[in-house]
């Protein structure tokens, strides 16, 4: 997995591309077939913008995350990639009692 960390009209220090990078290679512990991971970080007026891209195998997932605080928008980003990919995990897993049964039994 690649993680790209990149500034939009804004300059991009060792330290929040540290923390970015770090909080980013947390979710790998929930879904861990990403490719691509690229983050924005920008500013929008008073606020602080982060935005992410995930290509994941055959999907590419988006979200984006506002806060008063550049490391307060990247926490709040990464917990919603968090639930991005855990309802991406559910649904590639198959529920079906009747197959689980017959592969348990069989």
């Known amino acids: ?3 790209n960390v990149k500034g939009h009209q804004v300059e991009v220090t060792a330290a929040l591309r540290d923390y970015a990078a770090g909080k980013f290679e947390r979710v790998t512990r929930v879904f861990d077939q ?3 991971v690229t983050v924005v970080l920008g500013i929008e007026k008073l606020l602080h913008k982060a935005e992410v891209t995930m290509q994941l195998s055959g999907k590419t ?3 984006d995350a506002t806060a008063p605080d550049m490391y307060a928008a990247i926490d709040v980003l990464v917990d919603k ?3 991005l990919l855990r309802k ?3 649904k590639l897993t198959d529920h079906h009692a ?9």
Request: aromatic share 4%; proline share 0%; no cysteine.
């Open 34 to 36: 990403l490719h691509d």
């Open 61 to 63: 997932l988006h979200a």
């Open 98 to 106: 009747d197959a689980v049964r017959a592969t348990r039994y069989s």
């Open 88 to 90: 991406h995990k559910e």
């Open 81 to 83: 990639v968090d639930t």
């Open 1 to 3: 997995m690649q993680i």
